[in-house]
């Protein structure tokens, strides 16, 4: 597609309960990244792709958060067992790859708004 | 801690005033610098990027960034802002193989 995008643009939910989220990248972009966005908090980074595996997850606040990528294009983030504090807007981003320079500019999508009452 | 720090967390401005807001990074080493733009409702867009040869660089929107390698900083300048200006401002450090570091963003009011 002409843009990273995501799905669901909302999404509710109730504390316990899992949730996934879903990003689409640009075609041809190799790379994939996730960021969370909250109040306070700015911008956090979470994990990225290249390709299919996952060099660095180091960004994921805890066991209950967890993603995977298949096909090297659509990735799915997903949070068991969430919690209020879990409540922020996910972000995706793409780029042609991971590497350094000119190829690793992202693009992002349109972000996830998750609440957790 | 590996950071990326802006300075300034809101800042108020009239039409036609000058721009410039902060941001220093602590990696050593080669990296790549950006600012975006999260104007209000909107996704995050690409201000402006740094990657090498003329540490001044210009984008979109009449922005331009200066990078000081001695200093460790990327601010951003705008000669003269327009209340379409109204936005959150966020700089970004990349490593090769790592994700953006943002800083934590700077919103700007503009009034007319």
């Known amino acids: 597609g002409a843009g990273v995008s995501q799905s669901p643009s909302n999404k509710v939910t109730e504390k316990g309960k899992d949730v996934e989220l879903r990003c689409d990248p640009i075609?041809?972009?190799?790379?994939l990244y996730w960021y969370r966005q909250s109040l306070g908090q700015g911008l956090e980074f979470l994990i990225y792709?290249?390709?299919?595996?996952?060099?660095?997850k180091s960004g994921l606040p805890s066991d209950r958060f967890s993603a995977e990528r298949t096909g090297g294009s659509v990735s799915t983030l997903t949070i068991q067992r969430t919690q209020q504090e879990d409540s922020a807007v996910y972000l995706c981003?793409?780029?042609?790859?991971?590497?350094?320079?000119?190829?690793?500019?992202?693009?992002f999508g349109p972000g996830t708004r998750l609440t957790v009452l | 801690a590996q950071s990326v720090s802006q300075h300034n967390h809101h800042v108020i401005l009239s039409e036609a005033a000058s721009l410039e807001l902060g941001c220093n990074y602590s990696?050593?080493?080669?990296?790549?610098l950006f600012w975006y733009v999260q104007y209000p409702g909107q996704h995050l867009q690409l201000l402006l990027k740094?990657?090498?040869?003329?540490?001044l660089v210009k984008g979109i929107k009449g922005f331009e960034a200066e990078f000081i390698k001695s200093k460790f900083s990327f601010n951003l300048r705008k000669p003269s802002v327009q209340w379409s200006d109204t936005a959150e401002y966020f700089c970004?450090?990349?490593?090769?193989?790592?994700?953006?570091?943002f800083g934590k963003g700077t919103t700007l009011s503009v009034s007319s």
């Open positions: 981003a793409s780029s042609l790859r991971a590497g350094g320079g000119e190829y690793n500019e992202q693009f």
């Open positions: 075609s041809g972009h190799t790379a």
């Open positions: 792709f290249q390709g299919n595996s996952a060099p660095d």
């Open positions: 990696y050593g080493g080669t990296v790549n």
């Open positions: 740094y990657f090498s040869g003329d540490p």
């Open positions: 970004a450090v990349k490593r090769a193989g790592t994700a953006l570091i």
